[in-house]
């Protein structure tokens, strides 16, 4: 930009939406709203007349993404690569969809022409009587004839002085008014650093269109070939990209019109629940007057909410249907109507603008609901003294503050059943006290994520679900719970699966004296003894621990699990005492 040139403050504010922008035409200027004068097109597939992108405000962002970055040089095919570092980018924005547009080394001048344009506005100015187009030599007068064999628009003056050289003597020369029928007027594509020579071949290396001195000179290594042998191949890389953008246009429409088929929706409802409200208010005379004012204005707040919800989701689905039909159609455009150079030209803006849009995510579903509803026979509290009824519930599962319970938490037992239970609440911490609701388990080991362990969830239809597993391998799992796919409170948790339970093979006794009928040889675990050869423990004698034991290992606990190894250390009459 020219440093005596003012930016236009403030025209990008001053602009009509993006969507009516984008839909102003193919041959005039979305911000002068006249036919394009050297068009450049944006890496978001917008065109803007040279001038009047040299006029919006430029602004400084950091480039750390180096020379290379393909966002700062999309606009360009002659863009020389800068060393990777720390930088200072001057960047536009587009005037039509907002979009970041870096600009390259050369400024707005280095972004790609966009030819189809200049192509489209050639036309138009020829269904115009050629009103606007002006000699392609002198650049003074208006255009009388077209040299199809120069491919260019001349003057009267030019016409004959074209005729009188040699070399272009015998040039077919057609009048403008005879041009209308045609489709596509080809101009030919100079090379930037050779304009005597045309743009005929493609280098592979350098992905993008040369001249022949270029190929004997700076080229002169590098793979090149004709445009029209190369077309093929890099057509259909475009195409197919092009097959994987047009679907989400169709997935946004249809989004966009789920969303107003709920919009609708929802205000039927909302009109419904208040005709509800009015209805059971009347009885009440002031109190339920001032009652029923409440209630309404409840309702207008759940109304505005989800409305904004809708809104802003559809506003966000527009735009991006919007960037998605720039691409799709400037791509079609391009492919049915370009040339083999112009298309090797745009490609690599075009490649890049389709393969962003390919990843931009969104979510088809409405981002809120109509679960609106007029409880008239739920107490509302006192007004005035009187008891009054009726509330509006928009009870809905709040995953935030839904809860786990049980024993069987965060510890199981391999080839035994584990189970806990969810305890789904809405957003005040209520319990929901109905069921129905779309319950999510994982169970996976953690060591093998492949290998799934498969939950059932029993809904008890009280807000509360039971959920079990059989884990079929000791080990550490991950177990998640999700409500509406999002996680509970304490998930995602883990649970250490120990060995199946192992069942104590004596007897729970007061001592071996009395389990075993006093026989001399029966033994304890406990380590006890009697006088006389008794061999097992006995009430008040030695190494009796005092209290109900198990024979075999010992332990107090009479549910717990045996830690007896059955080795050769223990004695073998402790079988004997088992058996007894």
């Known amino acids: 930009m020219s440093e005596n040139r003012k930016p236009l403050l403030g025209i990008v504010s001053k602009l009509p939406s993006g969507t009516a922008l984008g839909n102003a035409g193919k041959t005039h200027c979305p911000l002068c709203l006249g036919l394009f004068k050297a068009p450049r097109l944006l890496p978001c597939l917008h065109t803007v007349c040279t001038t009047c992108l040299e006029q919006l405000e430029p602004f400084s962002v950091v480039d750390i993404r180096g020379g290379d970055s393909d966002t700062s040089s999309e606009g360009s095919i002659f863009q020389e690569l800068k060393p990777r570092s720390l930088q200072s980018q001057i960047g536009i924005l587009c005037p039509v969809c907002d979009a970041q547009v870096d600009l390259p080394m050369g400024g707005v001048k280095a972004l790609t022409i966009d030819h189809l344009a200049v192509n489209d506005v050639m036309l138009e100015s020829l269904r115009g009587e050629g009103q606007g187009l002006v000699c392609d030599l002198c ?79 700076e080229h002169r290594e590098h793979p090149c070939d004709f445009t029209s042998n190369v077309i093929h191949k890099h057509g259909d890389s475009v ?176 080839k035994q059943t584990a189970s806990f239970t969810l305890l789904c609440k809405d957003a005040a911490g209520e319990i929901m006290g109905r069921g129905g609701d779309n319950i999510q388990v994982a169970v996976l080991p953690k060591d093998k994520k492949d290998s799934p362990v498969r939950p059932m969830v029993q809904d008890n239809k009280d807000g509360t679900y039971y959920i079990s597993y059989t884990p079929k391998e000791p080990g550490v799992y991950t177990v998640w719970v999700c409500v509406k796919e999002q996680h509970v409170q304490g998930s995602p948790f883990t649970v250490t699966v120990r060995r199946k339970h192992r069942p104590h093979p004596g007897v729970f006794h007061c001592c071996t004296f009395c389990s075993s009928g006093g026989q001399k040889t029966a033994r304890c675990a406990c380590g006890g003894t009697m006088p006389g050869g008794y061999l097992g423990c006995g009430h008040g004698h030695k190494g009796h621990p005092g209290r109900p034991h198990w024979s075999c290992c010992g332990k107090f606990n009479e549910k717990s699990e045996c830690t007896w190894t059955g080795g050769q250390s223990a004695p073998r009459s402790l079988l004997r005492t088992v058996a007894l």
């Open 139 to 217: 650049s003074d007068r208006e255009v009388e004839k077209r040299c199809q064999t120069c491919k260019a628009n001349l003057c009267h003056f030019c016409c004959q002085a074209h005729r009188r050289q040699k070399k272009t003597t015998y040039h077919t020369m057609v009048d403008l008014k005879d041009l209308k029928g045609y489709s596509r007027i080809g101009k030919p594509i100079l090379c930037p650093v050779h304009p005597a020579e045309e743009l005929r071949l493609f280098c592979e290396f350098c992905d993008r269109p040369v001249c022949r001195d270029c190929v004997v000179g």
């Open 239 to 414: 195409r197919e990209l092009l097959k994987g953008t047009q679907p989400h246009v169709e997935a946004l429409e249809e989004a966009l019109a789920q969303i107003n088929i709920m919009n609708s929706a929802l205000q039927k409802r909302v009109e419904a629940v208040a005709a509800d409200v009015q209805t059971f208010s009347e009885g009440y005379i002031k109190a339920i007057e001032e009652h029923r004012d409440k209630l309404l204005k409840q309702l207008e707040d759940i109304r505005i909410q989800k409305e904004n919800s809708l809104q802003l989701q559809k506003a966000q689905l527009e735009q991006l249907l919007a960037d998605m039909r720039t691409g799709v159609e400037f791509t079609e455009h391009l492919l049915t109507s370009g040339s083999d150079l112009e298309i090797l030209i745009t490609k690599g803006v075009v490649v890049e603008r389709l393969r962003k849009l390919n990843k931009v995510q969104y979510n088809a579903r409405p981002g809120a609901n109509d679960k609106i509803c007029f409880c008239p026979q739920e107490k509302a509290g006192q007004c005035h003294g009187y008891e009054i009824y009726g509330t509006i519930n928009t009870k809905e599962v709040d995953p935030a503050k839904c809860i786990l319970q049980g024993e069987d938490l965060h510890r199981a037992r391999e």
